[in-house]
C-alpha cells in the first residue's frame, strides 16, 4: 500500500512559482496531483504514467504547470509557474493501483497523501 508524503507547499505571489514534491510514490504507478479549495469539489491538476512517458494536465493549469518524477527517488513533482489566485488550494498527490493512467478523477485513484496548502496572494 502506498504512502504519500507531500511537500513544498506554501505563500507565494501572484506569478511566482513553488515546486510540490510527494514521497513514497511507487514507481509501478500512475501518479496525479489534485487540489481542493474551501467550499469546491476536489479536482484533478495533472497526472503522468509510471514511466513518466504519458502526462495530462487540466485546462487551467496547463502551461503553467509540469508533472514528473524520479523513480530512483521514489517521488513525484508538480513545477507550478506564473501562479494565479485561483490555484490556492489544498493540494494532494495520489496513487493508483496501476501503472497506466485513465481519467483524471478522484475515484480513479486509491491512495492518498494529507496535502500540503499552497496559498497565492496578490
Known amino acids: 500500500q502506498a504512502q504519500l508524503e507531500e511537500s513544498g507547499g506554501g505563500s507565494v505571489q501572484a506569478g511566482g512559482s513553488l515546486r510540490l514534491s510527494c ?3 511507487g514507481y509501478t504507478k500512475c501518479m496525479g496531483w489534485f487540489r481542493q479549495a474551501p467550499g469546491k469539489e476536489r479536482e484533478g491538476v495533472a ?6 512517458g504519458l502526462t495530462y494536465y487540466a485546462d487551467s493549469v496547463k502551461g503553467r504547470f509540469t508533472i ?4 530512483a527517488k ?4 508538480l513545477q507550478m509557474n506564473s ?4 490555484d490556492t488550494a489544498m493540494y494532494y498527490c495520489a496513487a493508483r493501483k496501476v501503472a497506466y493512467c485513465s481519467s483524471l478523477a ?4 486509491s491512495y492518498w497523501g494529507q496535502g500540503t496548502q499552497v496559498t497565492v496572494s496578490s
Open 83 to 86: 501562479l494565479e489566485l485561483e
Open 74 to 77: 521514489n517521488t513525484v513533482y
Open 106 to 109: 478522484p475515484l480513479e485513484y
Open 23 to 25: 514521497a513514497g510514490a
Open 68 to 71: 514528473s518524477r524520479d523513480n
Open 47 to 52: 497526472q503522468l504514467s509510471s514511466t513518466g
